[in-house]
Protein backbone atom coordinates (compact mmCIF):
# COMPACT_ATOMS: atom_id res chain seq x y z
CA UNK A 1 0.00 0.00 0.00
CA UNK A 2 0.88 3.58 0.07
CA UNK A 3 0.47 6.53 2.42
CA UNK A 4 1.13 10.37 2.24
CA UNK A 5 1.33 12.95 5.80
CA UNK A 6 0.54 16.57 4.64
CA UNK A 7 -0.10 19.05 7.54
CA UNK A 8 -3.72 19.74 7.81
CA UNK A 9 -4.01 23.15 7.75
CA UNK A 10 -0.93 25.97 7.70
CA UNK A 11 -1.26 30.07 8.15
CA UNK A 12 0.58 32.20 6.56
CA UNK A 13 0.62 36.08 6.05
CA UNK A 14 0.55 38.34 2.37
CA UNK A 15 3.85 38.76 0.98
CA UNK A 16 5.42 36.10 3.33
CA UNK A 17 6.98 32.22 1.93
CA UNK A 18 5.19 29.29 3.13
CA UNK A 19 6.28 25.97 2.69
CA UNK A 20 3.78 22.46 2.86
CA UNK A 21 5.46 19.29 3.56
CA UNK A 22 4.79 15.54 2.05
CA UNK A 23 6.40 12.90 3.35
CA UNK A 24 5.40 9.62 1.20
CA UNK A 25 5.47 5.90 2.15
CA UNK A 26 5.28 3.30 -1.11
CA UNK A 27 6.81 0.90 -3.45
CA UNK A 28 8.12 1.48 -6.38
CA UNK A 29 7.96 5.45 -5.73
CA UNK A 30 8.12 6.82 -9.28
CA UNK A 31 7.12 10.97 -8.87
CA UNK A 32 5.85 13.47 -6.76
CA UNK A 33 2.89 16.09 -8.16
CA UNK A 34 1.26 18.75 -6.32
CA UNK A 35 -1.94 20.35 -7.03
CA UNK A 36 -3.92 23.53 -6.00
CA UNK A 37 -7.99 23.15 -5.63
CA UNK A 38 -9.98 26.13 -4.17
CA UNK A 39 -12.74 25.61 -2.45
CA UNK A 40 -15.61 24.34 -4.98
CA UNK A 41 -13.10 24.22 -7.49
CA UNK A 42 -11.36 21.43 -9.66
CA UNK A 43 -8.09 20.34 -8.08
CA UNK A 44 -5.34 21.88 -11.00
CA UNK A 45 -1.79 20.99 -11.53
CA UNK A 46 1.03 22.68 -9.94
CA UNK A 47 4.22 20.74 -10.26
CA UNK A 48 6.02 17.16 -11.10
CA UNK A 49 9.09 16.05 -9.51
CA UNK A 50 10.35 12.59 -10.46
CA UNK A 51 14.25 13.22 -9.75
CA UNK A 52 15.54 14.86 -6.37
CA UNK A 53 16.02 18.82 -6.52
CA UNK A 54 14.12 21.70 -6.90
CA UNK A 55 11.97 22.68 -9.96
CA UNK A 56 10.65 26.03 -9.80
CA UNK A 57 7.63 27.77 -11.82
CA UNK A 58 7.13 30.84 -11.29
CA UNK A 59 6.04 31.65 -7.53
CA UNK A 60 5.73 28.01 -6.75
CA UNK A 61 8.65 25.53 -6.39
CA UNK A 62 8.51 21.90 -5.24
CA UNK A 63 11.49 19.77 -3.69
CA UNK A 64 12.04 15.84 -3.87
CA UNK A 65 14.28 14.08 -1.89
CA UNK A 66 13.75 10.34 -2.72
CA UNK A 67 16.03 8.90 -0.30
CA UNK A 68 14.36 10.24 2.91
CA UNK A 69 10.65 9.96 0.95
CA UNK A 70 10.05 13.25 1.51
CA UNK A 71 9.20 16.22 -0.77
CA UNK A 72 7.67 20.11 -0.55
CA UNK A 73 5.39 22.70 -2.12
CA UNK A 74 7.10 26.17 -1.31
CA UNK A 75 4.85 29.41 -2.54
CA UNK A 76 6.84 32.54 -2.75
CA UNK A 77 5.23 35.92 -2.27
CA UNK A 78 1.73 34.56 -0.58
CA UNK A 79 -1.18 36.39 -2.29
CA UNK A 80 -4.60 36.44 -1.08
CA UNK A 81 -5.52 33.75 -3.94
CA UNK A 82 -3.12 31.48 -2.95
CA UNK A 83 -5.33 30.70 0.37
CA UNK A 84 -6.73 27.04 -1.07
CA UNK A 85 -5.94 23.01 -0.25
CA UNK A 86 -2.97 22.02 -1.33
CA UNK A 87 -2.45 18.27 -2.49
CA UNK A 88 0.60 16.55 -2.85
CA UNK A 89 0.10 12.76 -5.20
CA UNK A 90 2.43 9.68 -5.67
CA UNK A 91 2.73 7.53 -8.83
CA UNK A 92 4.43 3.92 -8.46
CA UNK A 93 6.12 2.58 -11.36
CA UNK A 94 4.22 -0.24 -12.14
CA UNK A 95 1.63 2.32 -12.76
CA UNK A 96 3.25 5.51 -13.45
CA UNK A 97 -0.13 7.22 -14.68
CA UNK A 98 -1.84 6.32 -11.50
CA UNK A 99 -1.55 8.68 -8.82
CA UNK A 100 -2.39 8.39 -4.86
CA UNK A 101 -3.32 11.62 -3.61
CA UNK A 102 -2.72 12.93 0.33
CA UNK A 103 -5.34 14.40 2.52
CA UNK A 104 -4.29 18.01 1.62
CA UNK A 105 -3.29 21.26 3.54
CA UNK A 106 -5.43 24.29 3.85
CA UNK A 107 -3.39 27.36 3.52
CA UNK A 108 -5.19 30.54 4.61
CA UNK A 109 -3.55 33.12 3.76
CA UNK A 110 -4.14 36.28 6.03
CA UNK A 111 -3.82 40.15 5.04
CA UNK B 1 -8.49 23.85 -25.81
CA UNK B 2 -11.21 22.18 -23.98
CA UNK B 3 -11.12 21.25 -20.82
CA UNK B 4 -12.99 18.27 -19.43
CA UNK B 5 -16.50 18.32 -19.07
CA UNK B 6 -18.62 16.25 -16.44
CA UNK B 7 -22.35 16.38 -16.17
CA UNK B 8 -24.76 17.03 -13.97
CA UNK B 9 -22.21 19.99 -11.42
CA UNK B 10 -25.08 18.79 -8.46
CA UNK B 11 -27.60 15.93 -7.73
CA UNK B 12 -29.64 15.46 -5.02
CA UNK B 13 -30.92 11.72 -4.66
CA UNK B 14 -32.56 10.05 -1.86
CA UNK B 15 -30.90 6.22 -0.02
CA UNK B 16 -31.37 3.60 -2.65
CA UNK B 17 -31.88 5.66 -6.16
CA UNK B 18 -29.48 5.48 -8.86
CA UNK B 19 -27.52 7.76 -10.81
CA UNK B 20 -24.96 8.78 -13.04
CA UNK B 21 -22.46 10.83 -13.89
CA UNK B 22 -21.07 11.75 -17.47
CA UNK B 23 -17.53 12.90 -18.43
CA UNK B 24 -15.99 13.74 -21.84
CA UNK B 25 -12.15 13.98 -21.35
CA UNK B 26 -9.87 16.44 -23.51
CA UNK B 27 -9.74 15.26 -26.98
CA UNK B 28 -6.28 12.63 -27.49
CA UNK B 29 -5.85 12.11 -23.70
CA UNK B 30 -5.77 8.15 -23.58
CA UNK B 31 -6.31 8.20 -19.80
CA UNK B 32 -9.42 8.82 -17.64
CA UNK B 33 -9.79 8.56 -14.12
CA UNK B 34 -12.73 8.72 -11.79
CA UNK B 35 -11.80 10.17 -8.52
CA UNK B 36 -14.14 10.45 -5.51
CA UNK B 37 -13.70 13.29 -2.73
CA UNK B 38 -15.18 13.55 0.23
CA UNK B 39 -15.61 16.67 2.02
CA UNK B 40 -11.93 17.27 4.23
CA UNK B 41 -10.76 14.78 2.16
CA UNK B 42 -7.99 13.52 -0.66
CA UNK B 43 -9.37 12.68 -4.13
CA UNK B 44 -9.92 8.92 -3.66
CA UNK B 45 -8.92 7.04 -7.30
CA UNK B 46 -12.49 4.92 -8.62
CA UNK B 47 -11.21 3.78 -11.71
CA UNK B 48 -8.90 3.98 -14.37
CA UNK B 49 -9.33 3.65 -18.26
CA UNK B 50 -6.65 3.70 -20.86
CA UNK B 51 -8.48 4.23 -24.24
CA UNK B 52 -11.47 2.07 -23.40
CA UNK B 53 -9.52 -0.85 -21.43
CA UNK B 54 -9.58 -0.49 -17.57
CA UNK B 55 -6.40 -0.28 -15.66
CA UNK B 56 -7.38 -0.55 -12.14
CA UNK B 57 -10.62 -0.85 -10.70
CA UNK B 58 -9.36 -2.34 -7.29
CA UNK B 59 -11.14 0.58 -5.22
CA UNK B 60 -14.46 0.76 -7.13
CA UNK B 61 -17.14 -0.81 -4.75
CA UNK B 62 -18.22 -2.78 -7.66
CA UNK B 63 -21.34 -4.24 -5.76
CA UNK B 64 -22.89 -0.67 -6.59
CA UNK B 65 -20.18 1.48 -8.37
CA UNK B 66 -19.86 0.93 -12.54
CA UNK B 67 -18.19 2.33 -14.96
CA UNK B 68 -17.72 2.63 -18.98
CA UNK B 69 -15.80 4.04 -21.61
CA UNK B 70 -17.14 3.38 -24.43
CA UNK B 71 -15.16 3.75 -27.62
CA UNK B 72 -12.34 5.22 -25.72
CA UNK B 73 -13.82 8.51 -25.13
CA UNK B 74 -16.72 9.64 -23.20
CA UNK B 75 -17.30 7.71 -19.76
CA UNK B 76 -20.46 7.15 -17.65
CA UNK B 77 -19.89 6.16 -14.05
CA UNK B 78 -23.16 4.73 -12.06
CA UNK B 79 -24.12 4.71 -8.49
CA UNK B 80 -27.01 2.11 -7.92
CA UNK B 81 -28.19 1.47 -5.35
CA UNK B 82 -26.66 4.95 -3.67
CA UNK B 83 -25.79 5.00 -0.04
CA UNK B 84 -25.63 7.71 2.29
CA UNK B 85 -21.90 7.41 2.36
CA UNK B 86 -21.54 7.94 -1.26
CA UNK B 87 -21.94 11.68 -0.91
CA UNK B 88 -18.69 13.46 -2.24
CA UNK B 89 -18.02 14.94 -5.43
CA UNK B 90 -17.29 12.86 -8.31
CA UNK B 91 -14.08 13.99 -10.24
CA UNK B 92 -13.15 13.48 -13.82
CA UNK B 93 -9.37 13.68 -14.73
CA UNK B 94 -7.62 13.05 -17.81
CA UNK B 95 -3.81 12.23 -19.10
CA UNK B 96 -2.77 12.07 -21.94
CA UNK B 97 -0.93 8.84 -20.91
CA UNK B 98 2.15 8.52 -22.82
CA UNK B 99 3.88 6.42 -21.23
CA UNK B 100 7.74 7.46 -19.21
CA UNK B 101 7.29 11.08 -20.93
CA UNK B 102 3.92 12.20 -19.16
CA UNK B 103 4.54 15.07 -16.85
CA UNK B 104 2.95 13.70 -13.93
CA UNK B 105 -0.63 16.10 -14.83
CA UNK B 106 -3.85 15.12 -14.14
CA UNK B 107 -6.57 17.37 -15.82
CA UNK B 108 -9.76 17.53 -13.47
CA UNK B 109 -13.06 18.65 -14.44
CA UNK B 110 -15.29 20.53 -12.01
CA UNK B 111 -17.59 17.43 -10.38
CA UNK B 112 -20.43 16.13 -9.35
CA UNK B 113 -21.31 17.11 -6.08
CA UNK B 114 -23.56 13.80 -4.90
CA UNK B 115 -25.55 14.30 -2.00
CA UNK B 116 -27.29 11.56 -0.81
CA UNK B 117 -30.53 11.61 1.92
Known amino acids: GQSLEQPSEVTAVEGAIVQINCTYQ??????LSWYQQHDGGAPTFLSYNALDGLEETGRFSSFLSRSDSYGYLLLQELQMKDSASYFCAVSRRYNFNKFYFGSGTKLNVKP | EAGVAQSPRYKIIEKRQSVAFWCNPI?????LYWYQQILGQGPKLLIQFQNNGVVDDSQLPKDRFSAERLKGVDSTLKIQPAKLEDSAVYLC???????????????FGEGSRLTVL
Open chain 2, 27 to 31: SGHAT
Open chain 2, 93 to 107: ASSLGRGDRDPGELF
Open chain 1, 26 to 31: TSGFYG
